[in-house]
């Protein structure tokens, strides 16, 4: 059982917007940076936020990440169809001394 | 680029050790910025960090799993290792390598996974 919780899954329609919420407490979240991966069908992660709201080179602004207190959001504007992955929120926990993953949120587009 | 390859058996047998190799191409594992890390997801499920190490072989590992797990690195080889014993059903699951970011809690470049099925 995962200590950061996310929705199952979240959906709108094409060109529109979604949040993604990743919620955790004093040990992780609010005390350290949370990244954020994109998981295609079939493929490994990606990274698309790292240090709570930077993006790696080559991921479009269409994503963006924001941290308060003991949450995260991950947004993603202008939905496209390609965005149809599961999304998941990673962070360190200090008192079980090991990163943890959030239980991931699949994003359809209708 | 980096690139992260990893290799091994895709099937074990229950109780036995679980080996798992990751190849790094593209640049020196010997690199003090970064930690080099395995990553699990059981099919279906979310992921599950395993472990990471150093390149001068300081590991730190999930305590869920530390009791059986090894991670060591060859920099000559520009490879890092993963040993998981007395494996159960329950250790079946994609193996992913990947960079760890250490301080700053990220994982940035990963490996396509390798899928290690634990059947008699």
């Known amino acids: 059982q995962s200590v950061l919780t996310q929705p199952p899954s979240v959906s709108a329609a094409p060109g529109q917007k979604v949040s993604i919420s990743c919620s955790g407490s004093?040990?992780?979240?609010?005390?350290?940076?949370v990244s954020w991966y994109q998981q295609l069908p079939g493929a490994a992660p990606k990274l698309l936020i790292y240090?709570?709201?930077k993006r790696p080179s080559g991921i479009p602004g269409r994503f963006s990440g924001s941290k308060s207190g003991t949450s995260a959001t991950l947004g993603i504007t202008g939905l496209q169809t390609g965005d149809e992955a599961d999304y998941y929120c990673?962070?360190?926990?200090?008192?079980?001394?090991?990163?943890?993953f959030g239980t991931g949120a699949k994003v359809t587009v209708l | 680029q980096l690139q992260f390859q990893e290799s091994g058996p895709g099937l074990v047998k229950p109780s036995e050790t679980l080996s798992l190799t990751c190849t790094v191409s593209?640049?020196?594992?010997?690199?003090?910025?970064?930690?080099w890390a395995w990553i699990r997801q059981s099919p279906g499920k979310g992921l599950e960090w395993i472990g990471s190490?150093?390149?001068?072989?300081?590991?730190y590992y999930s305590p869920s799993l530390e009791s059986r797990v090894t991670i060591s690195v060859d920099t000559s080889k520009n490879q890092f290792s993963l040993k998981l014993t007395s494996v159960t059903a329950a250790d079946t699951a994609m193996y992913y390598c990947?960079?760890?970011?250490?301080?700053?809690?990220?994982?940035?470049?990963w490996g396509q996974g390798t899928l290690v099925t634990v059947s008699s």
């Open positions: 990947a960079r760890d970011g250490f301080d700053t809690s990220f994982f940035d470049y």
């Open positions: 593209g640049g020196p594992i010997s690199s003090t910025a970064y930690y």
């Open positions: 190490i150093d390149f001068g072989g300081r590991s």
């Open positions: 004093s040990s992780n979240i609010a005390n350290n940076f």
């Open positions: 240090e709570n709201t």
């Open positions: 990673a962070t360190w926990d200090r008192s079980l001394n090991a990163y943890v």
